[in-house]
């Protein structure tokens, strides 16, 4: 079977479950993985964030198919304005319950 196909025609559920296994080392029912299925499996899940999810998390395969890696520079300036977007706050101590922005 051509894995390209494979990926392409997977769901979601089972790259979650593939995922998972390869994570614990074990398959949803209990039984544990062997290497070679661990090491298919893996494949497997990178294929498919490679393909199919668009992976902006350091060490995660990004759609070019390479691993992506980030200094701790970008991932501060990333957390930064993560934190800087607006958020609607609520002044529970004033009688008017219209939302407030506080900055």
Partial sequence: MDVEKL???MNEALYLRLKEAVETGRWPD???LTAQQKEDSLSLVMMYQ???MDQT???A?????QLIQKSKAQL???REQQRDQEITRFNLSAN???PTKDS
């Fill in 57 to 59: 998390d350091p060490f």
């Fill in 96 to 98: 008017d319950d219209a």
């Fill in 50 to 52: 490679a393909k199919k």
């Fill in 61 to 65: 395969i990004g759609k070019d198919g």
């Fill in 76 to 78: 501060r300036r990333e």
């Fill in 7 to 9: 990926v392409a025609n």
């Fill in 30 to 32: 209990g039984h544990a």
